[in-house]
């Protein structure tokens, strides 16, 4: 068995507790977590309470932002795992580097071209790796994809339509907390659409080279309810009484891991986590569409949708053989009723139809329970697991695959702004 590499912890909100969970949990005989670093001290506070509780883990040693090169230093990291807000991605992600350590990170990988160019140049002249923890690879529906294509069994592919869901749950919150401010997130054309921009980049083996698009605020921020005539409206959540009677309104005192987290760590940074989503100062698009041209020729016609009644999406592959397609339905509605009238049918479904042949649905191989259709319990075990994980798929992604994934949502807001295609292969130099 291998040495045991000391992890540390950078950004503690809700999603850190995937990382630090299977740190001091599953993976406890591969990996010890050795240091938090947060702006926020009684968030970190909250997670060693929970350290304790959870697991009979001592405290683990805090750092802030100011003090993570000593938190380096001082704790001998081998590998530092970022969670924290996008943009602040690639200022750890190249200290963690210049002090040879490797790199675990959420996607994305950062929210610009010129911090994408920073964190090249940095693996370049530096040994440390960066891994992005693009789940969605991971998941059985979508190695189903990636076999079938590979095998050849529509030929070679021409054009893709892919059209992705968010609800009225998971895509509301994007505007409740600091993503709605796109100088932090880049947008969900950067936070979100870069899970999907992956996939394609992985399915097709090719990379994004031009983009063109067209982003709005439709549905969310204060004008766009105004305009629907609302008249009664609200800064934040807790304490509102104008709330009580908004579906989209997030109670943070009722959950105790979000109190916790956010409601009572807020005297600290001032951060609110329960922002109206129909409040003003939103500055993120929620409904984008674009046109993308790939390396070998194809291309992608691509719609984000984040205030629709049911999650999930669908995929469709046009090749010179045949026809993919994929629809999975992740969350069937948002609803209060009971009885669930009208609700889509959970689940996901795999379709080819060769030239001149019958359809058929294809078989997906692999449980689906648990987090993103079984992709997250798969990414942990790439991640933390003992020895080289068998990876035939070639799901494993590289900094090179963070700033692809990136770059045509990188490219769309520019794209958005100008009105203009924009050139991808310019913007970063490999």
Known sequence: MSTPKRYAMVGLGDRARMYTGAVLGEYRSTGELVALCDVNQSRMRWHNRSFQSAFGRAPVP???????????????????????VDRTHARYIVAALEHGCDVITEKPLTVDAGSCQ?????????????????????????????????????????????EWLLDTQHGADYFRRWHRDKRNSGGLMVHKASHHFDLVNWWLGARPETVFGFGRLGFYGRQNAEERGETRFYERAHGS?????DPFALDLASDAVRRGLYLEAEAD???LRDRSVFSDGISIEDDMALVVR???????????????????YRVAFNGDRGRL??????????????????ARETGERLVLQPLWGKARELPIEGATGGGHGGADDRLLEALFGDGDVDDPLGRRSSHVDGVLAILPGIGANISFASGRPVDLTSLVRF
């Open 62 to 84: 805090e750092y802030g932002p100011q003090d993570f090169e000593r938190l380096l230093n001082e704790q001998r990291v081998d590998v530092v795992i970022v969670s924290s």
């Open 118 to 162: 920073r964190i090249v140049d940095a693996v370049k002249g530096h040994r440390g790796q960066v891994t992005v923890a693009f789940n969605y690879r991971y998941a059985p529906r979508n190695s189903a994809v990636r076999r079938v294509l590979a095998a050849g069994k529509i030929g070679s592919v021409l054009s893709v339509h892919f």
């Open 241 to 245: 009484e104008v709330a009580h009677n």
């Open 269 to 271: 940074d001032g951060y």
């Open 294 to 312: 790939y390396s070998t020729g194809a291309t992608l016609t691509y719609h984000l949708t984040a205030y629709s009644p049911w999650e999930g």
């Open 325 to 342: 397609e994929l629809e999975v339905v992740e969350r069937s509605h948002v609803s209060e009723s009971r009885d669930g009238e009208g």
